[in-house]
Structures are given as structure tokens and as C-alpha cells.
Nanobody, 122 residues
Framework: QVQLVESGGGWVQAGGSLRLSCAASGSIFSINVMGWYRQAPGKQRDLVAAISNGGSTNYADSVKGRFTITRDNAKNTVYLQMNSLKPEDTAVYYC????????????????WGQGTQVNVSS
């Protein structure tokens, strides 16, 4: 099995910064796309940012210019640097990864972390 563990969430005032981390562990051969999603109460879970194993990135329009996604393939870890935070960024942030297991039979399997809370106050 593969586990994704997020860290770095917390409380900040508007304009502040946080860095989220997500470390993948388990029977992993490789990880293709890794990304961050967020979900506020009563709303759907939306993509925030994603990064391929080659370093290509994709961002939601609402976070472009403020958030930066990076990854460390040697550590199977993805990061989300969040700057200029706004109250509307408040949500539970979930790590997501497409994983090829060491003895993969069916190919790529998608995994989710448990989520980390980010609260941005005005």
C-alpha cells in the first residue's frame, strides 16, 4: 500500500505564507503526476496545482502568481508554497499522486492523503 502524509497546514492572516509538504511512502516504483487539491465546506474538491515527474506544472487560475508547486523525486515529496494568502484560500488541502507500484499489475493507481487544514483570516 501507498500512503500520502501532508504537513504544514495551519492558521495565518491574509497576506501571509505557508508551505505544505506531502511525503509518499510504501511500495513505490515511480510517481507520475503529484498535486494538491482543496475543498472548502459545502464546496467541491478542486485542483490547486499539479506537477509531472518531468517538472511541468499546472495551476488553478485563482492561485497563479501566488502559489508554487515543487517536488523532490528522491524523497517522493511534493510541496506547495503559498504566498499572499487570501481568506478564500481557506480549505482542507489534499495531496494526490499517481503511483506505479514496485510490483504493479494494473498500472498507475491514484492515491489521496488525509488532508491538512489551512485557515486564512482577514
Amino acid at each position: 500500500q501507498v500512503q500520502l502524509v501532508e504537513s504544514g497546514g495551519g492558521w495565518v492572516q491574509a497576506g501571509g505564507s505557508l508551505r505544505l509538504s506531502c511525503a509518499a511512502s510504501g511500495s513505490i516504483f515511480s510517481i507520475n503526476v503529484m498535486g494538491w487539491y482543496r475543498q472548502a465546506p459545502g464546496k467541491q474538491r478542486d485542483l490547486v496545482a499539479a506537477i509531472s515527474n518531468g517538472g511541468s506544472t499546472n495551476y488553478a487560475d485563482s492561485v497563479k502568481g501566488r502559489f508554487t508547486i515543487t517536488r523532490d523525486n528522491a524523497k517522493n515529496t511534493v510541496y506547495l508554497q503559498m504566498n499572499s494568502l487570501k481568506p478564500e484560500d481557506t480549505a482542507v488541502y489534499y495531496c494526490n499522486a499517481d503511483v506505479v507500484g514496485e510490483r504493479s499489475i494494473i498500472g498507475i493507481v491514484n492515491y489521496w492523503g488525509q488532508g491538512t487544514q489551512v485557515n486564512v483570516s482577514s
